[in-house]
């Protein structure tokens, strides 16, 4: 390894934790990798198992104490991972600095979520001089491979619904509303927008109820993409058990993501996971989600 890049691969890394597992994950493999880390766990948001490192809390508006945070440990390289629930920017009590950077993240949040994002990496980057990376510049194990991840693979008509899904996820996309659809025999019955794709296969059951429970005769795809010239280094779409699970429970026969470009929670237990359930996750190629536009 030539001396620069080991360098860079020493920086101590600060992590920003949102929801699910991914944080813990990715402090793991820096470890392994010889990489200090230093957690900060957003606080509604960050699981518990975030204090088996080194880690504190800070609230959404604490602008100020979370800069300090990072600076006050050492960080150099920062990854913000994990989805963080947008919120009411009325209940939002912001510190000094939060307070006087207010105005401008209003006016981010109100370009979108790509906006607010950029927004974010330009604070850390040009004000304070941190480095933005992303998670799988930090552990490629994380990204999503292409091919069948797992034992199943989708059949000619789940491949036509994979299709269908791929179109209405860049539709969205381009509008920065969401990364994942769920496409049946045809139809597509659900988009996802700013509540999560945990939150969009639970409301299958409402608009599908029929297909909820019917394990020997599963029907339709997931599909979950980055946006059309989305920001690599922040909200990369995300799988894990929980979404294989959430998936199973709204009788869907499998899901689709986009290789290289997508992250998986433990990608062992989520083929697991995958096969328990009788579902098929696969990892598109490029050439995949070009032919569905086609």
């Not at 020493?10 to 944080?23: F, H, M, T, Y």
């Not at 912001?94 to 307070?99: H, I, N, S, T, Y």
């Not at 091919?147 to 036509?160: K, N, V």
């Not at 996309?173 to 769920?182: F, R």
Request: hydrophobic share 50%; proline share 5%; glycine share 12%.
């Amino acid at each position: 390894m030539p001396d620069q890049t080991r360098k860079i691969a020493q920086r101590k890394l600060g992590i920003v934790a949102g929801s699910g597992p991914l944080p813990v994950a990715l402090a793991q493999d820096a470890l392994s990798a010889g990489r200090e880390v230093f957690i900060i766990g957003i606080e509604g948001e960050a699981s518990p198992d975030i204090s088996r490192y080194p880690h504190d809390w800070c609230r959404i508006g604490a602008l100020g104490r979370f800069i300090n945070l990072l600076k006050d440990n050492g960080c150099e390289d920062v990854v913000l991972i994990g989805p963080i629930h947008r919120p009411d920017i009325r209940k939002v009590i912001p510190d000094a600095m939060g307070l006087r950077l207010l105005p401008r993240f209003i006016g981010l949040m109100r370009k979108g979520d790509d906006g607010l994002l950029k927004g974010i990496i330009s604070l850390l980057e040009h004000d304070h001089g941190f480095r933005v990376i992303g998670a799988h510049e930090v552990s490629q194990s994380l990204l999503a491979p292409q091919g069948a991840i797992g034992r199943l693979t989708p059949d000619e008509e789940q491949r036509a619904d994979i299709n269908i899904a791929i179109r209405a996820v860049l539709a969205i996309g381009a509008l920065d509303i969401g990364q994942g659809a769920v496409a049946v025999r045809g139809i597509v019955l659900a988009l996802e927008a700013a509540e999560g794709t945990d939150a969009m296969l639970a409301r299958l059951d409402q608009i599908a109820p029929a297909l909820r429970g019917n394990v020997a005769n599963r029907a339709g795809v997931l599909v979950k993409l980055a946006k059309p010239g989305q920001e690599r280094r922040i909200d990369l779409p995300t799988i894990g058990v929980k979404t294989i699970e959430g998936a199973a429970a709204a009788g869907l026969a499998g899901i689709a993501i986009e290789a290289g470009n997508a992250l998986i929670s433990d990608a062992l237990a989520v083929a697991r996971a995958a096969d328990k359930a009788g579902l098929f996750v696969i990892g598109l190629s490029a050439d995949d989600i070009a032919r569905a536009k086609s």
